[in-house]
């Protein structure tokens, strides 16, 4: 589609946080449930092969995509969260290597995840391994956020020595309320980086994603949907929440991904509308969302102040990502806020661009692309004060004057 051209995005890296559309061997089990409305999926392969053949002549932008940890992981136990046998673990390596032979740019899983929180560490190193042995990247999402984020980057820095994977942590967008401990966590992986290759991506705009499962206190977050909602209606739990929950008040969200259709009207709009809808106090609303939901909505939250969020994208181990929090019904995305944001000297905009294009497309091992060169991929965009003028997808007219031309130039970014 035209969306992410609009906002800047002529390629796109999905199938990060451990969940990928492909491969698939169970419908409906796919951990994207907890994200979004997976009745609505499409592209149903069972191999990545399968999948990219499924994109052919369909994209207006360039689509590569990562294999989900989680997603091959319950495939295998068709969504049941139990120890896997020996003979799935040896089928869990398997498919991850054959994800990766036939184009997929790396492994990634997301220890946010719920019931990734519970596998063993020793299948987290297995995944990094394979991805090791095929040269691609391990993409990791972080355990912990605000003052648990340094833990969280242990385990993450524990599994790049233990197998020599190319790490990539992402979603990584700093807190100000726990600066300090983000401030020590950018000196680690400076120290870190000498001698692991190891890098992050951040939006620069301080802005992060909140599965409203993450709301609740961890002892009340829970692998199903209707167990977190039991405890909602007891009255003592409810009252703990709602305690728990006040800590938020000060956080302007804005509800950024809902799976409900019927609550698609909310998608993009401050939360504080929503509690206004509901007439209720903002504790209360949020137990509202969390019930009529499901917990399958997602909230973005300006976390991070200007000069924090500049700091972490300025750092040389960054990448500029659009990130979780990007949904197609904000206003802007990363890219351009990133782009049009005040010029601090921290970060010129030639590095800044840099960040977003050459270097990414480096670590993914795509060639000739991310850069400007007669030979290259010509995925090109003419950006005037945050808006999009024209913008060409392998040299062809995408959008011209501001307008699209209906033109489908993309093309699955691949490893092979």
Do not use: C
Not at 88 to 93: A, D, I, K, Q, R
Not at 120 to 128: C, D, Q, R
Not at 400 to 416: N, Q
């Amino acid at each position: 589609g035209t969306e992410p051209l609009i906002r800047g995005i002529t390629s796109l890296l999905v199938g990060q946080g451990g969940a990928s559309l492909a491969p698939l061997l169970a419908h409906g089990t796919i951990p994207e449930s907890w994200w979004g409305n997976t009745a609505t999926t499409v592209a149903h392969a069972t191999t990545m092969g399968e999948f990219f053949s499924l994109l052919r002549g369909r994209l207006g932008v360039n689509v590569g995509t990562l294999v989900g940890y989680a997603t091959v992981r319950e495939g295998i136990t068709r969504g049941v969260p139990r120890d896997l046998t020996d003979r799935e673990f040896e089928l869990l390596e398997h498919m991850l290597r054959a994800a990766l032979e036939e184009g997929a740019l790396g492994v990634s899983a997301n220890l946010e995840y719920l019931r990734t929180t519970r596998v063993p560490h020793h299948e987290l190193v297995a995944a990094a391994r394979v991805a090791k042995e095929k040269d691609a990247l391990f993409a990791l999402k972080l355990r912990g956020r605000e003052e648990h984020v340094k833990d969280g980057f242990v385990e993450a820095l524990s599994i790049s020595k233990a197998t020599g994977a190319d790490l990539l942590i992402t979603d990584l967008e700093p807190y100000a309320r726990a600066e300090a401990s983000y401030r020590a966590l950018a000196t680690q992986i400076t120290r870190a980086s000498a001698e692991h290759r190891i890098r992050f991506t951040t939006s620069g705009t301080g802005i992060a994603a909140l599965p409203l499962p993450l709301l609740l206190p961890p002892h009340f977050r829970e692998e199903e949907w209707f167990t977190m909602s039991d405890r909602l209606n007891d009255p003592s739990a409810r009252e703990e929440i709602r305690a728990h929950l006040s800590r938020y008040r000060d956080i302007p969200f804005h509800v950024a991904s809902v799976a409900d259709p019927s609550l698609k009207l909310f998608e993009g709009t401050p939360f504080a509308k929503w509690s206004l809808h509901e007439h209720l106090p903002f504790e209360e609303a949020l137990i509202h969302l969390m019930t009529v939901t499901r917990f399958r909505a997602v909230l973005a939250a300006a976390v991070g102040s200007d000069e924090l969020a500049e700091s972490f994208a300025s750092h040389d181990r960054a990448f500029i990502a659009s990130g979780e929090a990007a949904a197609p019904s904000l206003e802007t995305s990363a890219h351009l806020s990133f782009l049009a944001g005040k010029e601090r000297g921290a970060l010129p905009l030639e590095q800044r661009i840099a960040a977003m294009t050459g270097g990414p497309a480096k670590k993914m091992g795509l060639t000739r692309r991310g850069t400007l060169k007669e030979g290259h991929y010509a995925d090109l965009l003419v950006i005037e004060k945050a808006v999009v003028r024209e913008a060409f997808v392998n040299g062809i007219h995408a959008i011209r004057e501001g307008a699209p031309t209906g033109a489908r130039g993309g093309t699955a970014l691949t490893r092979t």
